[in-house]
């Protein structure tokens, strides 16, 4: 579009919508005056059918508070007398739909229309609150009391000395003539209003009216008003009117038509002036385009008549001028970048070296092979920080944390170290690589990153023959497909976030359980073992998470000791309710046990193998028995002089020859056990003994309170667990300040020095739990650390600190804020 057809439709337009909005202004007015005289007739028609409809149930309420006191129904003992007596009652009152008597426990005695007579309404909201007084309830379509007819109350009152319940059934037109009672008391402004009837859970009880309540009703207004009758607890019920304002009159068709005349005649002149206007624009610009495709800036320096165009002209000008200039300096830095990039592809090429980007705060690795050319479209490599380590050998890899930490310290030089790898497809042995390793910040510092390069300095095989080396970083070894890394990583990503945020919940629920057991002297016993159950589901959740994590990760787990007792109970609840609901499994005990020195996957597996056997070759309802004992050894066995457990398996199904058992016998080998198996046709009983630690003496629990007041920054992105867990530590006795996430800890620690304990979730957005933990090692080495996270998921360079296993309960949260002076010497030690 020309500037000219712009100029002369934006003016036409601005005319045409001003007096658009003028015609629709004074429309808008007339519409606001009726809106406002019909909300006002609303906001008095809801409370009005309220009114109406509150006196009604007054009123029936007395009347079958009377009649419950009746001697005909006190003191009948024929239910045939009691239902005449029923009958003639509801003659009188022909609005009642059915008048029913049931008894204390529920049965109904007799009703007016002889229906019903012996059926069960105990489970009947009416009748429960019916037994402790004079109450209103609403009659659902499937109710098991009354009869067949419409009805949506039931009004109800308890008969002295324990006689049962009085109740009368009412249909809607009780509703429907207390609205038409609020119209007429409108006029004629109440005809057009429509009524809905909402019940406690936004139910439409009734609807009276043709306008909808709740439907999509353009220009409709609203009013309601809740029923607050004097019966307790009352129907709950919220009345709401709905009417829309009528239409006004038009105005007289000469003014309007006078009006839109004069509308379309003033645009239409402000668009000829700006088809004018814009042409004498439009000529100059075209001038200045003219300049800039030749190229030759003096020609746009005429005057022109509009202050800005000559503003533009002028700074076209300057800019063909600056262009020339940087077109030069573009070219020669071109040259100079192409020449850089050769001799930095020649440095590698002949070095054989490798460049590495480390980034610190996210623990992303990329690099470029040595052996690539550098080309605008090479492409580069990515990883992790863990999974480079974890090409190294073992030995090394601490090796290369400590050079990394070195390089990465604020004033640290270059560091060189050569390390070891492991070896990849084809290779008998892995490589040694030397590394060059130099701290980088970026962003004003706020991104701190490790340049490293790499280069092979030999590779030994068994044969002494020499191996040509070629320069490349720690590369994923040819049996792993680079597509099913990236799967296993995602899904382990995902199930990991899952399992964080399903811990977080059942640490809310089992802390806030915690707590309310800790007051268990202000609460009802029933009450108590509600809470007792409820947290003994949300162990049990706990248990499955750890489960569904461990499906998605390779390594096996860091735990260099474990407890069998905690292992086998969350183990045996998993194997009920999941793998084999259909055995019966009994477990057995002896406190206290040592702690064994496997891993606790190693025994899951184990016990697992050994029940899918049994699952396999037992009949439903079998029963199994797990007996933990400490127990000698065999002589012949490594374990002969060694602490030990036996875990013992009975079963009434022979196993000989099953695949489990044998690779129980494998995994046995593997962990330095000892197994011994008797097997029949009658049953089988395997012994298993595994290597133990020594005996702990069980610490006495700490009076509660006894602990001495804590100062505590908690660090936790979820606010729920954040409210829940500081008011359980308060409710200890501790002072707590919040935080939701590293960065305002950091502001927080940075005014105040005097706290205890930091206690942050490893799993914290940003700036990490791990790297915060760090962090204030080095700036406040006085405040205790505690990380918080899924057992199992923290890795090996957070075992410095004190760990707090997700989901956790007030005892955890309790045990792990006492004093830890033997642990923190031991760390130091270390």
Not at 134 to 145: G, K, P
């Amino acid at each position: 579009m020309s500037v000219r057809a712009l100029t002369s439709l934006t003016l036409a337009l601005a005319v045409g919508l001003g007096s658009s909005v003028t015609l629709y202004k004074s429309h808008r007015q007339a519409e606001a005056a009726r809106s406002d005289a019909m909300r006002a007739v609303l906001e008095r028609a809801a409370p009005l059918l309220a009114d109406h409809l509150g006196r009604t149930l007054r009123d029936v309420g007395r009347d079958v508070g009377l009649g419950a006191l009746d001697d005909r129904v006190v003191r009948s003992d024929r239910a045939a007398d009691l239902s005449a007596y029923l009958a003639a009652w509801r003659r009188l009152r022909p609005e009642y739909t059915d008048i029913l008597v049931a008894d204390q426990a529920g049965r109904v005695r007799a009703t007016a229309s002889g229906s019903l007579v012996g059926a069960d309404v105990s489970g009947a909201v009416w009748f429960a609150r019916g037994l402790q007084g004079v109450t209103a309830a609403d009659a659902s379509e499937n109710s098991r009391a009354g009869t067949e007819a419409p009805r949506n109350v039931i009004v109800g009152a308890p008969v002295p000395g324990g006689g049962g319940v009085v109740a009368i059934q009412m249909t809607p037109r009780w509703i429907e003539d207390a609205a038409q009672l609020a119209r007429r008391s409108l006029g004629e402004a109440g005809a057009g209003i429509a009524f809905a009837v909402l019940n406690a859970s936004g139910r439409t009880v009734l609807q009276i009216g043709a306008a909808a309540v709740g439907r999509p009703n353009p220009g409709g207004l609203e009013s309601s008003a809740p029923l607050e009758g004097s019966e307790r607890p009352g129907l709950g019920w919220l009345l709401v009117a709905r009417g829309a304002p009528e239409p006004g009159a038009a105005g007289p068709t000469d003014q309007v038509s006078q009006t839109m005349l004069f509308a379309i005649l003033a645009a239409g002149i402000a668009g000829l002036a700006g088809w004018i206007g814009g042409g004498l624009v439009g000529r100059r610009m075209r001038q200045i385009e003219a300049s800039c495709a030749r190229d030759v800036p003096g020609q746009v320096r005429t005057a022109l008549p509009i202050r800005e165009l000559q503003s533009l002209a002028e700074a076209v000008a300057d800019a063909i001028a600056r262009g020339k200039g940087r077109e030069r300096m573009m070219q020669d830095a071109r040259a100079a970048l192409v020449r850089s990039r050769e001799r930095v592809r020649a440095f590698k090429t002949m070095a054989g070296w490798s460049c590495w980007e480390v980034d610190l705060t996210n623990g992303r690795v990329t690099w470029t092979d040595a052996v690539l050319p550098i080309l605008p479209t090479t492409s580069e490599h990515a990883t992790t920080l863990d999974d480079l380590v974890a090409r190294l050998d073992p030995e090394d890899r601490n090796l290369m944390h400590v050079a990394m930490r070195s390089a990465a310290s604020a004033g640290g030089a270059p560091q060189d170290v050569t390390l070891r790898t492991l070896p990849v497809a084809g290779e008998q042995s892995g490589r040694r690589l030397h590394l060059r390793m130099a701290r980088v910040l970026d962003d004003g510092g706020a991104r701190e990153r490790l340049h490293v390069l790499s280069r092979e300095v030999g590779v030994a095989s068994l044969s002494g023959a020499s191996v040509t080396t070629i320069a490349r970083p720690l590369a994923p070894t040819a049996n792993e497909p680079v597509l099913e890394r990236r799967r296993d990583g995602l899904l382990r990503q995902v199930t990991d976030g899952i399992v964080h945020d399903v811990n977080n919940a059942l640490a809310v629920v089992m802390t806030a359980l915690g707590t309310l057991q800790r007051h268990g002297h202000d609460l009802p016993e029933r009450a108590l073992h509600l809470a007792d159950v409820a947290l003994r589901g949300a162990r049990n959740g706990a248990a499955l998470t750890r489960r569904v994590s461990a499906l998605t990760r390779r390594e096996a787990s860091t735990l260099a000791e474990t407890d069998l007792g905690m292992v086998l109970d969350d183990l045996t609840d998993f194997l009920r309710s999941s793998v084999a609901p259909q055995i019966t499994i009994g477990l057995s005990l002896d406190e206290p046990l040592p702690p064994l020195l496997c891993s606790e996957r190693q025994i899951e597996i184990l016990v697992l193998n050994l029940v899918l056997d049994i699952k396999a070759a037992a009949p439903d309802g079998c029963g199994v028995s797990l007996v933990v004992e400490a127990a000698e050894p065999p002589a012949t066995s490594l374990l002969a002089s060694r602490p030990s457990l036996c875990l013992t398996l009975s079963a009434p199904v022979d196993l000989t020859n099953r695949r489990g058992l044998a690779s129980v016998g494998d995994l046995a080998e593997e962990i330095g056990a000892a197994v011994d198996v008797q097997s029949a046709e009658t049953g089988t009983t395997v012994r298993v003994w595994l290597p133990a630690g020594e005996r702990r003496a069980l610490a006495e629990p700490a009076a509660d309170g006894a602990a001495d007041a804590l100062s505590i920054l908690l660090v936790e992105a979820d606010a729920l667990l954040r409210a829940t867990a500081a008011s359980a530590l308060a409710d200890l006795g501790h002072a707590v300040t919040q935080a939701a996430s590293s960065a305002q800890a950091m502001e927080i620690l940075s005014a105040q020095r005097g706290f205890d304990i930091l206690l942050a979730d490893y799993a914290l957005p940003g700036m990490s739990g791990l790297q915060l933990a760090a962090t204030v090692s080095r700036t406040h080495p006085r405040i205790r650390t505690i990380l918080a996270g899924p057992r199992g998921h923290l890795p090996a360079n957070a075992q410095i600190f004190q760990q707090l296993h997700k989901p956790f309960g007030l005892p955890e949260l309790a045990a792990a804020l006492r004093p830890r002076s033997a642990d923190r010497s031991e760390q130091e030690a270390a």
